[in-house]
C-alpha cells in the first residue's frame, strides 16, 4: 500500500518507474518483482482503502466546519475518437462530457464533497454520463445538523433540496440561473462566488498528479489508480513533498 501510494504521489502512478526507482535506492528491503506487486496492490480490499481516506479525514478536517462544496471532475480513460480500441469503460454510460474543455471522452466521474479549506469529505465514482446532480444524491451527506453545502447550477434540484432541509437540517445552496424561482439573496450569491471555486483548487491538485493517460488493464485497477491520486493529495497537505 505504501508502494502504491508513493507511485501516485511522486511518479504519476506509474508502477514500472517507481519499482526502478524503488529497487535502485533501496527504500523497500527484499521487494517483489514488479508483477508480484501490482497483484498484491490490487488484493488489497476495497474497505482497508476507505480506512485509509477516513483516517485521513478525521485528521486533517476542521471538527466545527459547517461550510462544505460539492462538484464534480472527469478522469479519461481515452479519447472519444479512439473508442473504436477500447479495452475498459467502453459503454454508452462511460461516454460524457466534459464542459470546461467542451469535449466527449470515456471514462469515469469523481463527485466530491470538500471542506472550504480543501479537505475531502466523500467522493464516488461514477460513469462519465452520469449527471452531477445524480451523482449527488449517492454520496452519503453524512454532515452535522445546519451543514451548508455549496454548488453550480448543474446541483439545482428543490425536491432534494427540501428533503436534505427537512432530513438532515443541511442547506444546499446551489447557483440559480437568471430565469429560476428560488433566487437567493445578494448576499448568498457573493458567497458563492467567493468560496465555491476553493473546489477547483482541490481537482487541480488531484489531476496534476495524473498523466496525461492513466495505464490500467481493467477497470477496476483505473478506479484504484484514481483513489490513491486523492489519497496523495490529502497525504501532501499534512506532509509537503512538492
Given at each position: 500500500m505504501t508502494f502504491a501510494v508513493l507511485?501516485?504521489?511522486?511518479?504519476?502512478?506509474?508502477?514500472?518507474?517507481?519499482?526502478?526507482?524503488?529497487?535502485?535506492?533501496?527504500?523497500?528491503?527484499?521487494?517483489?518483482?514488479?508483477?508480484?506487486?501490482?497483484?498484491r496492490i490490487h488484493k488489497v480490499p476495497e474497505h482497508i482503502w476507505a480506512m485509509v481516506f477516513t483516517a485521513l479525514r478525521?485528521?486533517?478536517?476542521?471538527?466545527?466546519?459547517?461550510?462544505?462544496?460539492?462538484?464534480?471532475?472527469?478522469?479519461?480513460?481515452?479519447?472519444?475518437?479512439?473508442?473504436?480500441?477500447?479495452?475498459?469503460?467502453?459503454?454508452?454510460?462511460?461516454?460524457?462530457y466534459c464542459a470546461s474543455k467542451k469535449s466527449y471522452f470515456f471514462g469515469i466521474k469523481v463527485h466530491m464533497l470538500v471542506t472550504l479549506d480543501g479537505?475531502?469529505?466523500?467522493?464516488i465514482?461514477?460513469?462519465?454520463?452520469?449527471?452531477?446532480?445524480?451523482?449527488?444524491?449517492?454520496?452519503?451527506l453524512d454532515l452535522p445538523r445546519g451543514a451548508t453545502i455549496l454548488a453550480d447550477k448543474a446541483y439545482n434540484d428543490y425536491v432534494f433540496e427540501d428533503l436534505?432541509?427537512?432530513?438532515?437540517?443541511?442547506?444546499?445552496?446551489?447557483?440559480?440561473?437568471?430565469?429560476?424561482?428560488?433566487?437567493h439573496s445578494a448576499c448568498n450569491d457573493r458567497r458563492l462566488k467567493a468560496q465555491r471555486n476553493a473546489i477547483e483548487t482541490v481537482f487541480s491538485?488531484?489531476?496534476?498528479?495524473m498523466s496525461r493517460h492513466i495505464k490500467a488493464r481493467t477497470e477496476k485497477g483505473f478506479y484504484l489508480k484514481v483513489l490513491l491520486f486523492i489519497l496523495a493529495y490529502m497525504i501532501n497537505k499534512f506532509f509537503p513533498l512538492f
Open positions: 507511485s501516485a504521489t511522486l511518479f504519476r502512478g506509474d508502477y514500472k518507474h517507481t519499482h526502478l526507482i524503488a529497487s535502485h535506492h533501496r527504500y523497500f528491503p527484499n521487494i517483489l518483482s514488479l508483477g508480484r506487486l501490482v497483484r478525521l485528521f486533517l478536517q476542521d471538527k466545527q466546519q459547517q461550510t462544505f462544496i460539492v462538484d464534480s471532475f472527469p478522469v479519461k480513460a481515452y479519447e472519444n475518437h479512439k473508442s473504436f480500441r477500447a479495452r475498459i469503460f467502453s459503454g454508452k454510460k462511460f461516454h460524457g479537505v475531502p469529505v466523500e467522493f465514482f461514477t460513469p462519465g454520463a452520469v449527471s452531477d446532480i445524480k451523482g449527488f444524491r449517492e454520496l452519503d436534505l432541509q427537512q432530513t438532515g437540517g443541511v442547506r444546499l445552496l446551489a447557483k440559480r440561473r437568471s430565469n429560476q424561482k428560488r433566487q491538485s488531484i489531476t496534476s498528479r
